[in-house]
């Protein structure tokens, strides 16, 4: 059983990292989650842009150079093979894209970004069943492996993947690749 003592130790590490991984944002101090501050800056620098003027944006996170509005949200699948906390996609209105930024065991693996008019395409060719064909997609570990192992259907259909490996598990941000085109 852990005591008060530990709890507090544990959380004061958690506490410590928390600040330092904020700062690397350049954010100080947040009260929101840090991971989806992560997932919000990852997407804004592998696509291009700027991020929303407010933090707490509704609608929209990322706008990119070329003044798409990108809704971001990450999913942070605990372990391969095991239910997860998977996601239903449904596009803002303020948005025109819809990023998800794919984590296992906290370690980021890709970013799928969709848009608006992807999501039937998706549907059709996942063989969902779930209501809202077109308005929304249940992304889940199985819909992320079907997109990694057959990347160009999915782009053919308007989804862009990006991978992030390397350097630990990074190196690729700085120049990550779509899945389907040339680097």
Known sequence: MNTPEHLLAGFAEYRTARLAFLETLGLGHSNRDPIAEFAEHLVCSVLGGTLAGCRTQKGWDVETTD????QVKYVADPERGMVGNWHNIVIADEADEFALVVLERLVPKAIHVFTRESL???YDALEKTHASRGTQLNFTGAVHDRIMADPATFE???VRTFVLSGHGFLAD????TAMGTEA
């Open 67 to 70: 003044r798409v509005r990108v």
């Open 120 to 122: 039937a395409g998706c």
């Open 173 to 176: 941000v700085e120049t990550p």
């Open 156 to 158: 053919r259909l308007g």
